[in-house]
């Protein structure tokens, strides 16, 4: 059974691998929760270690093409997006997994950065 999910509007401050990013989290009235690490919900991405390397750094790049990134201490643009959270009970404290939806500004269009990561073949749906 998937559990409930939660909507919060996030900045992206930094993208781990293809399927990893580290967010701050607006909560409302003045409340961030900052530097949360969340994993993409229902995919999985190559990892960047290993024998996958090569496709590790190619998910990671697409990844942070879909959100138009620019990461590092001097970004003048924050990514700003939508994230439903999951929270899942494994490990010691468990781990928050979200769907992301961010913004394409060619069009004001909003999508979903987990299954455009699946459409163009930079990821494989998983199951929890």
């Known amino acids: 059974m998937t559990p409930k999910p939660y ?18 989290i607006d909560l409302g009235l003045g409340v961030w929760l900052k530097k ?3 994993r993409l919900y229902g ?5 960047l270690r ?15 093409e879909l959100l ?16 439903k959270t999951y929270k899942v009970k494994k490990g010691k404290y468990g781990s928050w997994l979200a769907e992301v939806y961010a913004v394409d500004e060619s069009n004001s269009s909003i999508f ?7 459409r163009n073949g930079y990821a494989e749906r998983k199951e929890y």
């Open 112 to 118: 979903c950065v987990n299954d455009m990561l699946v």
């Open 43 to 47: 995919i999985n991405t190559p990892e």
């Open 7 to 24: 909507a919060y509007n996030a900045i992206v401050t930094k993208v781990y691998d293809g399927d990893t990013i580290t967010v701050d």
């Open 68 to 83: 138009q990134f620019k990461g590092g201490p001097l970004t003048t643009k924050p990514c700003h997006v939508t994230i």
């Open 50 to 64: 290993g024998d996958e390397r090569e496709e590790g750094l190619e998910s990671r790049a697409e990844l942070i």
């Open 36 to 38: 949360q690490t969340i």
